[in-house]
């Protein structure tokens, strides 16, 4: 079996180490492993397929945390686009965590947000913005976003970004940054559209994908009870009995199931 990397090998500066530290991870998940090295050379753009969970925001927001400058003053140096706004306010404090005491500012710009407190943010000065691309699109427009001296453009979960509609804000946000940045592009899955996208935005690419197997923790195991409807609950129910200390999630189908089983 081949050796695992630690976040050391992978070429990441003291200051990120110390973070990482902090933060309390061990060592790379098989998606930091690939990308960091790539982006810390700076060599080519990426495309990865991997779900949530496998530790992606980390697998970009390393790398870029640690080339950005921290001399900068009114440009956004890396843009992350997101689905949905619960996803950028995650995206975007997981990064403020992995900073450590880097000085570099980070903003979640979504709609829905009073556009005076985002445009007040954005005058201030912003190195990394985390956004839903019709809002970013919105502040495009109005100028007070400045993508010029752009380093890095992430997409993630860019699939989901297309279900949502969001392909001409997307395809316009990327016709008005410089060619020089590097892209990442994070899918679970990979329709036409998105390769349509890769084709003609991101020149030379390379293609990663977590496998299946790496997603889960072997540190869980993982049963299943094959009962009838009727009996779920009090399946349930002895399980949490028969633990001597249950500490877990239950999910559910519905609002309604929610409000029951709790
Ligand atoms: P993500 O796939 O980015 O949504 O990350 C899922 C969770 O895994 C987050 O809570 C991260 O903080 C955590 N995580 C990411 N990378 C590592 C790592 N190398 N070791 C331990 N936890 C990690």
């Known amino acids: 079996m081949e050796e695992k990397k630690t976040f050391r090998e992978l070429g990441l500066s003291e200051e990120i180490l110390q973070a990482i530290e902090k933060k309390g991870f061990e060592e790379p998940s098989p998606i930091q492993a690939l990308t960091i090295p790539?982006?810390?050379k700076g060599e080519k753009n990426i495309i990865g397929q991997a779900q949530t969970g496998t530790g992606k925001t980390a697998a970009f927001g390393l790398p870029i945390l640690d080339t950005l400058t921290t001399n900068n003053s009114k440009h956004v140096q890396a843009l992350i686009l997101a689905?949905?706004?619960?996803l950028a306010v995650q995206v975007s404090d997981e990064i403020i965590s992995l900073k450590g005491e880097k000085r570099l500012s980070v903003a979640a710009i979504y709609g829905g947000q009073a556009m005076g407190e985002q445009l007040r943010r954005l005058r201030r000065g912003v190195d990394i913005v985390v956004g839903t691309p019709g809002r970013v699109q919105d502040h495009i427009n109005r100028?007070?976003?400045d993508l010029s001296q752009l380093s890095f453009l992430i997409l993630d979960e860019a699939d989901e970004m297309l279900n949502m509609g969001f392909v001409d804000d997307i395809e316009k946000i990327l016709?008005?940054?410089?060619e020089e940045k590097k892209m990442l592009l994070f899918s679970a899955t990979m329709p036409s559209k998105i390769k349509h996208i890769a084709k003609k935005y991101m020149?030379?690419?390379e293609i990663f994908e977590v496998k299946k197997r790496d997603l889960t923790s072997n540190l869980t195991e993982q049963i299943y009870f094959e009962v009838t409807r009727g009996d779920k609950f009090e399946a349930l129910c002895r399980i949490v009995?028969?633990?001597?200390?249950?500490f877990g999630i239950v999910f559910c189908r519905t609002k309604v199931d929610v409000d029951d089983v709790s």
């Open 83 to 86: 689905p949905t706004r619960e």
């Open 38 to 40: 790539i982006l810390l």
């Open 241 to 246: 009995d028969i633990e001597e200390e249950f």
């Open 143 to 145: 100028g007070s976003l």
């Open 175 to 178: 016709e008005s940054v410089p």
């Open 203 to 205: 020149g030379d690419y």
